[in-house]
C-alpha cells in the first residue's frame, strides 16, 4: 500500500499558489502575505528618547551630584533646532528627538529640579543610555515581512509601521464540502435507527475556517450516483474539493465512480495509514479533489494531514506543522505498518513535553479530538510503545 509520504507529496506535487488580491490593512488579518513588505524608511525614523527625563552630554557626568542649567523642553512631535552645549541639560519627554550634541538621557526619577531652570543630576549614565536609535527596529530597504507570513496582530503593527494603507495577500482558497451517506441526517432532523447525524460538514468546515480558507457546504448527499453528481458539480468551480464518506469498500460506495464520470483522474486511493486508510485523493481538470473517509475521526485527521498542507501550499505557507518531541504518558500498541496519527493531550513539567491520548483512539470516537493539543505520529516502522518512550508530536490546537 501506498506509503504516507509519498501520498503526501502526491498531494502537494500539482498545487501552484492560487492568485493575490489587495487589501486595505484593516482587513489583513489573518490573511496570508503575497508580497515581500520592505521599509521605505528606518523605524524609529529619528533618534528618540525612551525616557521622561533630561537630555546631557555623558561627558558632564564624570561627578555626580552635579547641577546643569536646564535651557529648553523637548516635547513629542516637534524635531529639534537648538543643539545642546557642554554643561548644559534639556528636559525631554518619551518619543521626543535628541537633539545633536546630547548622546544620553538620564531619566526623571535620578534628577532633582532645583528650579525650574536648574536641575541636580544623581546618577551617571552610560553614552546611549535611554537613546532609541533610528533603524533600530527596522532599517530602510529592510523586508520586514516575507511572502507567506499570516498576518497577526504584530504583522498588523509591521505593516502599519512601514505606512502600508494595503497589502497584497492571497485570496482565501474555496474549499467546497459533500458530504454522503444514506444514513446522514442533518441538524433539524429526527433521529431514527440507522440514522446518523452529520458531523463531517461542521468539523470540515470548521478546520477549513481555521487553516483560511472559505468553506462551501454543499450539503447532504446519498448513496445515488445521480444525486451525488449533481451536487458535485456545485463544487467544481472551487479551489479543493472534499467529498466526506463512500470511498470505501462497501456496496453503496459510489462517489468515486461518481468522480469518474465528471473526469476524475484518481492519483492514488488508500494510504498506509491510522486512522484514515481509505482515501482517494486525484484532479477534475486542475481542481485537487479528496476522498475522506466518513468517520469523523478519520475525516478530521486526513484533513490536517493532506488538505490542510495543500492549503498552505495554495498560499505559498510552510506545510509542515510545527512539532514537538514528547515523552508518552500512555502507551501505544501497534502492531502494523502503518503510519498512526494518534491524538494527545500534552503537558509540561521540568522542561519536558509530556503526551495523553486522549482516551479510545477509535476512528469513529469523536471524543478523541476534543482536547487534542497535538497528533502522535508514530512510524510504519514502529512496533508498540512503553510510557516515557519519545514521540514526534504535530501541534495542531
Ligand atoms: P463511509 O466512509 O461512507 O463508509 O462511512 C464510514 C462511517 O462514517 C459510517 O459509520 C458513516 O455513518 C459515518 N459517517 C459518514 N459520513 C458522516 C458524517 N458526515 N457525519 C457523521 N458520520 C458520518
Ligand atoms: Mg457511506
Not at 496570508?32 to 552630554?57: F, H, K, W
Not at 529648553?72 to 543643539?83: H, P
Not at 498576518?151 to 464540502?177: H, N, T
Request: charged share 25%; net charge positive; aromatic share 6%.
Amino acid at each position: 500500500m501506498l506509503k504516507f509520504g509519498k501520498a503526501l507529496k502526491i498531494v502537494l506535487r500539482a498545487a501552484k499558489p492560487i492568485e493575490t488580491e489587495w487589501v486595505v490593512i484593516s482587513r489583513a488579518h489573518r490573511r496570508v502575505l503575497a508580497e515581500d513588505v520592505i521599509a521605505g524608511n528606518n523605524i524609529p525614523y529619528t533618534d528618540n528618547s525612551a525616557m521622561d527625563g533630561y537630555a546631557v552630554n555623558t561627558d558632564d557626568l564624570k561627578s555626580v551630584p552635579r547641577e546643569l542649567p536646564v535651557v529648553g523642553v523637548v516635547a513629542c512631535g516637534k524635531s529639534v533646532n537648538r543643539r545642546l552645549r557642554r554643561c548644559e541639560a534639556m528636559a525631554i519627554m518619551t518619543g521626543a528627538p535628541i537633539p545633536a550634541g546630547c548622546d544620553g538621557v538620564v531619566p526623571v526619577e535620578d534628577t532633582e529640579a532645583i528650579t525650574s531652570e536648574i536641575v541636580r543630576i544623581l546618577r551617571k549614565i552610560k553614552p546611549g543610555k535611554n537613546v532609541r536609535y533610528s533603524g533600530e527596529d527596522v532599517k530602510k530597504g529592510q523586508v520586514v515581512l516575507k511572502r507567506g507570513t499570516p498576518v497577526g496582530a504584530a504583522e498588523l503593527g509591521m505593516l502599519a509601521s512601514v505606512g502600508r494603507k494595503r497589502a497584497r495577500v492571497f485570496r482565501k482558497p474555496a474549499v467546497a464540502i459533500l458530504v454522503t451517506g444514506n444514513e446522514i441526517i442533518g441538524p433539524g432532523e429526527r433521529l431514527r435507527p440507522g440514522k446518523v447525524r452529520d458531523i463531517n460538514t461542521y468539523s470540515l468546515c470548521g478546520l477549513v475556517e481555521k487553516f483560511g480558507g472559505v468553506p462551501l457546504p454543499l450539503g447532504i448527499a446519498g448513496d445515488e450516483k445521480i444525486k451525488l453528481l449533481k451536487k458535485m458539480r456545485k463544487g467544481l468551480n472551487s479551489d479543493v474539493m472534499i467529498i466526506s464518506g463512500g470511498v470505501s469498500m462497501g456496496r453503496f460506495d459510489f462517489v468515486r465512480e461518481a468522480l469518474t464520470s465528471l473526469g476524475y483522474r484518481e492519483r492514488f486511493w488508500k494510504v498506509a495509514m491510522k486512522p484514515g486508510m481509505p482515501i482517494s485523493f486525484g484532479h477534475i481538470g486542475r481542481l485537487p479533489v479528496f476522498g475522506l473517509p466518513g468517520n469523523p475521526v478519520s475525516s478530521m485527521v486526513s484533513f490536517l494531514e493532506f488538505v490542510r498542507p495543500l492549503m498552505m501550499k495554495l498560499v505559498g505557507r510552510a506545510t509542515d506543522l510545527p512539532e514537538i518531541s514528547a515523552f508518552l504518558r500512555t502507551p501505544i500498541v501497534k502492531r502494523d505498518n502503518r503510519r498512526h496519527f494518534l491524538r494527545v493531550k500534552l503537558d509540561y513539567r521540568n522542561n519536558k513535553y509530556f503526551a495523553s491520548l486522549t482516551g479510545p483512539q477509535g476512528s469513529g470516537i469523536l471524543k478523541s479530538m476534543i482536547e487534542c493539543d497535538g497528533i502522535a505520529v508514530i512510524p510504519e516502522n514502529a512496533k508498540s510503545l512503553k510510557v516515557g518512550n519519545r514521540v514526534t508530536v504535530q501541534l495542531v490546537a
